[in-house]
Nanobody
Framework: QVQVMESGGGWVQPGGSLELSCAAS????????MAWYRQSPGKQRELVAG???????IYTDSAKGRFTISSDSAKNTVYLQMNRLESEDTAVYYC??????????????WGQGTQVTVSS
């Protein structure tokens, strides 16, 4: 059993900062990638940022220059530092951990989500 737990969400004024954390625990395997997604009401879940096991990162265009993803492989933890937050960043943020599959199907796990609200 693998557990994925996010933390760090909350309310912030426009222009402010938040840092999200996500840790995988339990029967964890070898991590291939860790990523942050977000979903706003009425919208599809979208990729915000991802980091591969070799350190390569990807960002959605709206996150480039404002958000930074990082990880601590020893702790199976991924972080998302979000700066210059905008109201459009308001969403539930989900962490996804992708493991090297130990069976016939892909092996990835989602957290329960953490709410980020940006408003004045």
């Amino acid at each position: 059993q693998v557990q994925v737990m996010e933390s760090g969400g909350g309310w912030v004024q426009p222009g402010g900062s938040l840092e999200l954390s996500c840790a995988a625990s339990g029967s964890v395997g070898i991590v291939k990638a860790m990523a942050w997604y977000r979903q706003s009401p009425g919208k599809q879940r979208e990729l915000v940022a991802g980091i591969m096991s070799d350190g390569r990162t990807i960002y959605t265009d709206s996150a480039k220059g404002r958000f930074t993803i990082s990880s601590d492989s020893a702790k199976n933890t991924v972080y998302l530092q979000m700066n210059r937050l905008e109201s459009e960043d308001t969403a539930v943020y989900y962490c996804c951990v992708d493991f090297v599959s130990r069976g016939p199907t892909p092996e990835y796990y989602w957290g329960q989500g953490t709410q980020v609200t940006v408003s004045s």
